[in-house]
T-cell receptor
């Protein structure tokens, strides 16, 4: 199975609410990245967090990384309808392999 | 101004045909990738090139052959197309192997 697994697979919320997505992975990593994909489009990078970092912020986005649990979370605060998209976490294979591996994504729907 | 471009955007073809998808990036990046995204949105890396040298080849059938004429281009040629090849193919690039990836808009391939 793939390295990264997002949870939940789908999330439906109202505008203004917070959205939390989780990502679990299996092997050690150098960094973990979160991407967004709007329907019919390519992926857009959101945040990169390195293995020695625990938390990063970017605007309304907050990413945490727990290497002991091999998990990461993406929090979108005060969600907007425009946040409706699929969100993917991507990890490398750790060490010198650097093989990027994506999960299946969390499909987020934000209702206006 | 397009950072990573792919052509064509849509490709509909018959089983057994040979087709190519082109990718170009104007970001000056050293590393380029090809991904396949299936109908369940699972995004899997196929190939990666660094400075025109193949560095990742993830158990992809021999019918798929990447070609990198220069650092800014990575084309994907597919021989003897099969029904299972139907998917969206994404090209991406990054400045280094562990850095943020910039994705193209995707090529939706339909094999009939």
């Amino acid at each position: 199975s793939q390295q990264g697994e997002e949870d939940p697979q789908a999330l439906s919320i109202q505008e203004g609410e917070n959205a939390t997505m989780n990502c679990s992975y299996k092997t050690s990593i150098n960094n973990l990245q979160w991407y967004r994909q709007n329907s019919g489009r390519g992926l857009v990078h959101l945040i990169l967090i390195r293995s020695n970092e625990r938390e990063k912020h970017s605007g309304r986005l907050r990413v945490t990384l727990d290497t002991s649990k091999k998990s990461s979370s993406l929090l979108i605060t005060a969600s907007r309808a425009a946040d409706t998209a699929s969100y993917f976490c991507a990890t490398d294979s750790g060490g010198g392999s650097y093989i990027p591996t994506f999960g299946r994504g969390t499909s987020l729907i934000v209702h206006p | 101004d397009t950072a990573v471009s792919q052509t064509p955007k849509y490709l509909v073809t018959q089983m057994g045909n040979d087709k190519s998808i082109k990718c170009e990036q104007n970001l000056g990046h050293d590393t380029m990738y090809w991904y396949k995204q299936d109908s369940k949105k699972f995004l899997k890396i196929m190939f990666s090139y660094n400075n025109k040298e193949l560095i990742i080849n993830e158990t992809v059938p021999n019918r798929f052959s990447p070609k990198s004429p220069d650092k800014a281009h990575l084309n994907l040629h597919i021989n003897s197309l099969e029904l299972g090849d139907s998917a969206v193919y994404f090209c991406a690039s990054s400045s280094g192997r562990t850095d943020t990836q910039y994705f193209g808009p995707g090529t939706r391939l339909t094999v009939l």
